[in-house]
Structure formats: C-alpha cells, structure tokens
C-alpha cells in the first residue's frame, strides 16, 4: 500500500512545561518544512505519534500555509494518542493540500466518516441525543451531567487542561481537578474523555493577556478563555466524538426567540455568568445546554448532595487559573519585565515610583507604595491613569476622578440582530455590576460609543462591556477608550 513512499516518524513527549511545549511546536513545524526536500518524484509517508499528533491539529492551519505550500505527504497516518486530535482541524489541511488521505489508527473516536476521509476503525457516528459535557472537577458541572442524564440524554464528559506550569508547580489544581472529574464519571457510569488545549490557550489567550498588560491594558482572560477555549475547541472535539450538543456548568439560560437562540441571565443573579459569555459566537452558543440556568446554587450543592456526589460541598473557583494563589505581581515578574517610573498626582507633583505600568490598574489602592505627605489629606491614593508616553502613573485622592460618562468598543459580537443606532438598552462593565442604563451610538472614527446615563467609577480599557435588553444578552465588546463629558 505504500510501496515507493519514504517514511517519516514524527513523534513527541506529551508530559512537557509550556515553554518546551512552544520549542517542540518549533521543531515540529521542521520537520514539516523538510519534506520540500524530497525527491520531487515522490510523496513522503507521515506517521505521527502521541502527541505529535494532537500538535499537527493545534498547528494545521500554520502547516496548510507553510510546510504544504509546494508539497504534500501523499498519505498522513496519525497513530498513538489520536483521541486528542481535533479532527475537522486535520481535515482542514487535508482539502488545503487536495493531495493528502488521512489515515487514522491507533485509539480512534467512534467519529466514523470525517468529511469523506475514512477512519481506519471508523464506527457509526453517534446520534443527536449524544451530549459532551464540560466536566470541570467542581459541583456545577458535575449536576449539569446529572440533570441530562436524568432528562434521558447520551451523557459523556470532557476535562479540558489548559495550562501546563513551566516550573513544576500547580497553582490551577489542575490533577486535583481531573480527579474529581474522574470519580464524578465514575459516580454517574458516564465516559470521560481528556483533552489539553494548553497550546492553544497560549497562543489564543495568555499571550494577548501579556500583550494587553503590556500595553497598559487590563485584558479579561475568562472571557478570552470562553470565546476561543471552552465554546470553540470544545464543540470541534465534542462534534468529532458524534455528538452535535456540549453541556456546561455556566449559570446562563438558553432560550429560542424570533431571532431564534438567545443568551439570557440566569435565575440566581448572584451567579449569572452572561458577562463571561458575550463574547463567543453565537454559532456556538446555540449548539450548547445550560442546565443549570434556571436553578440556584443552594439547589445545585443539594442537589449534588442528594445524588451522592462527593464534590458537592467543594469551594467554587476564583481568580485566573494560571495565577492561582500567587501573588499578581510574582506571576507577572515571569513574563514581563519592570520598567519603574514615576508617581504623580493629577497636578503632577512627584509622589514616588513604580515598578511598571503593567502591575497596575485603573481604580487601584492597595500595593501603591505611597505614604503620608504633608499637606495632603489622609485618605487614600487611586490609581486614575496610566501615561504610557511618559511612563508616569497617575493617582488621586478624589474618587470623582476615577468616573466616566462614555466608552468606545472597537467590535462588538452581537448575539441578537444588529441594532439600528443609537439605541437604549442597559449595560455592566464589570461582573456581577448593576445594569446601567446606556445609550449606543455610532463614533466619528467608526467605534461604538457607550454614553451612560449616570458616570461609572474606574472603567478600565481592555475589560469589556455587556450590553443587556432586561434579562437577555445582546453581546459585547472590549473596552478601548473612556472619558469624562463635564
């Protein structure tokens, strides 16, 4: 069958620190590169193993644009680990080079035929009562998986891994995680399927989250998380494993309009979580169940409780996962370097110095460092503006200063019909805010403006603002300037 073709074995560790993951990737795009090398009468046969091959699907498009420019392997064989690989990504490639059949061994999925490339074990795709959910390790999620099974769905679970600790350490809990999440499938007689998407996060969002604070923004990774990890990367693999609908923990609710899906607040308004979820498309959104929607979390733990689950008093997570208990500062001293400066007051009397623009942020009053002066009221310092030109952080001890009347939004990803401008409707810029009513209004320089009715305290370009018509979401947008109209 592959007489006259040569072979290259591709193959990688998998167990790596996220920066010998990056060197790996860089390696691996080589390997690719080579086959241009050949003898041009002939194709190269690519075998790639363990995790080489959930890589080359991380990488595809990269791959599709430089190592297969000129030529491609006329066969590719993913063997080892290859229930990691996002397959529609694979196959991406494959119809971009319009030479190459795929070859699937090892540990196939039951995903059968894939776009017309056959799977070496294919088996029958699964049905639309098939659901992936998004198992976590903590209490929410684990009822989300609950409730569908009792609703009389196909359940089957997926732990995603998005951070590898580059020093051995593990802020995020993530092992502790992935076990919960074992003995929750075990309890319920569900699959669990693994899947680590740590690449993809750093490319997608820890790497704008450094380039924002570096640009003396305050960047939203849970946002950016949602958008390109938890919806995105987890509907293709939960479509390559037969199912058409993934389940998560959120508390949102789902329902189906004249405009067809809408996103809206959930039940219990201390949880709802719409604000962490205005920026994934709306094409997947509408494929996804949200449980948990229309249930307070008192409910949910008894719930839990009552089914005998063994997480159902387990502490919610807070914070950045990535960042964990450590302090904000330590984490970012690994990645970003200081570059002290001067603190100023708004009258630009000197008042001491900073490490960098990048460790602070808009409305900031612990951690400034600066002590009583003579003349100056006793109350405390915020941290009002960030002078990237001059490298000087500003503060004031006049909370009037930290308000804005308006904000402008470069894009928003609307989830209802886009709206004829100017338009009234409520908005927060920051989770768990009172909606505020608002009015939207095309710019000059063609952003979005948002002029609020009543001034907002510290709104903070590089958040992002949700805008809401009573209980439904109608999308968002980040936050790139804001202002003050006397």
């Not at 920026?279 to 509408?286: E, G, H, I, K």
Request: net charge neutral.
């Amino acid at each position: 069958m592959f007489t006259r073709i040569i072979t290259r074995h591709v193959k990688f560790h998998f167990d790596l620190t996220q920066g010998q993951r990056v060197a790996q990737r860089d390696e691996f795009a080589g390997a690719f590169g080579a086959l241009d090398a050949g003898d041009p009468g002939g194709r190269e046969h690519v075998t790639l193993g363990d995790s080489a091959a959930g890589d080359f699907a991380q990488r595809c498009r990269s791959h599709a644009q430089t190592a297969f420019r000129h030529r491609a392997p006329r066969r590719l064989r993913l063997a080892g680990n290859v229930h990691h690989v996002r397959f529609p990504s694979v196959i991406d490639v494959a119809e971009s080079a319009h030479r190459i059949d795929i070859l699937l061994a090892g540990r196939t999925p039951r995903c059968g035929i894939i776009r017309g490339f056959t799977t070496e074990a294919g088996m029958p795709s699964g049905s639309t009562n098939k659901v992936i959910v998004g198992l976590s390790g903590g209490v929410d999620s684990a009822v989300a998986a609950l409730l569908l099974q009792q609703q009389g769905y196909d359940v089957a679970g997926l732990f995603m891994k998005n951070w590898d600790e580059d020093d051995g350490t593990e802020y995020c809990t993530a092992q502790a995680d992935y076990e919960d999440a074992q003995r929750v499938s075990a309890h319920l007689g569900i699959e669990l399927h693994t899947a680590n998407f740590a690449a993809e996060y750093w490319d997608n969002v820890f790497q704008e989250f450094l380039t924002g604070y570096a640009a003396g923004l305050t960047p939203n990774p849970d946002v950016l998380c949602n958008r390109e990890i938890k919806f995105n990367l987890f509907l293709d693999y939960a479509q390559a494993l037969g199912a058409e609908r993934i389940a998560t923990g959120h508390y949102v609710q789902g329902h189906t309009g004249e405009d067809g899906f809408e996103l809206h607040k959930a039940s219990d308004a201390n949880k709802d979580q719409s604000y962490f979820l205005q920026a994934v498309p709306l094409a997947q959104l509408q494929p996804c169940l949200f449980p948990l929607g229309h249930l307070q979390k008192r409910k949910v733990r008894r719930m839990a409780a009552e089914a005998g689950l063994h997480n159902h008093r387990k502490k919610d997570s807070t914070g950045i996962c990535f960042i964990g208990e450590r302090r904000f500062r330590d984490f970012l001293d690994r990645y970003l370097t200081r570059t002290p400066g001067l603190i100023v007051d708004t009258e630009g009397v000197g008042l001491g110095e900073h490490i960098g623009l990048s460790y602070y942020t808009l409305g900031q009053r612990q951690g400034l460092g600066i002590g009583g002066r003579a003349g100056a009221a006793q109350a405390p310092w915020y941290v009002v503006e960030k002078d990237l030109t001059r490298n000087v952080l500003v503060v004031t001890q006049v909370p009037a200063d930290l308000d804005s009347t308006w904000l402008a939004t470069p894009a928003v990803n609307w989830l209802a019909p886009h709206p004829e401008l100017p338009m009234r409707c409520s908005a927060k810029v920051r989770y768990r805010q009172n909606d505020q009513p608002c009015t939207v209004y095309r710019r000059a320089d063609g952003q979005l403006g948002v002029r609020f009715d009543t001034p907002q305290r510290a709104v903070t370009p590089g958040q992002y603002v949700c805008f809401y018509d009573q209980r439904r979401c109608l999308g968002g947008g980040p936050i790139s300037r804001t202002g003050r109209v006397a």
